[in-house]
């Protein structure tokens, strides 16, 4: 997981950013060998933190089922917008792996 404030403001600062709805994805090589994930859920989505969490929770399910298919060396961070609050787990999968291979993150 991506987690210290200089590797988000790496990312957010000189990252490439692209966005599918409901995702904005940035992302940057890390010259390491394995890839780095934050999912970002603000109060804008909900106000509850229980809806924010399990949004956030599900998109690093759909990330760690597609991790074997996705490129290494690459610190990425989504932010989930609000339009996902009401979108299905696999409707969120699908979104998610459009913006994926939009931004080339796909071996």
Do not use: C
Not at 59 to 82: A, K, W
């Amino acid at each position: 997981r991506l987690r210290k404030e200089q590797d988000f403001d790496r990312v957010f600062k000189k990252g490439k950013k692209v966005f599918h709805h409901p995702f904005s994805v940035r992302f940057i090589d890390n010259n390491l060998t394995n890839s780095r994930f934050a999912v970002v859920v603000g109060s804008r989505v909900s106000k509850k933190a229980v809806e924010r969490n399990r949004l956030r929770r599900q998109v690093r399910e759909v990330i760690r089922e597609m991790l074997p298919g996705l490129v290494s060396g690459v610190d990425v961070s989504i932010s989930v917008q609000p339009k996902a609050k009401g979108m299905s787990y696999r409707e969120l999968s699908e979104a998610l792996a459009k913006a994926f291979k939009k931004a080339k993150l796909f071996v």
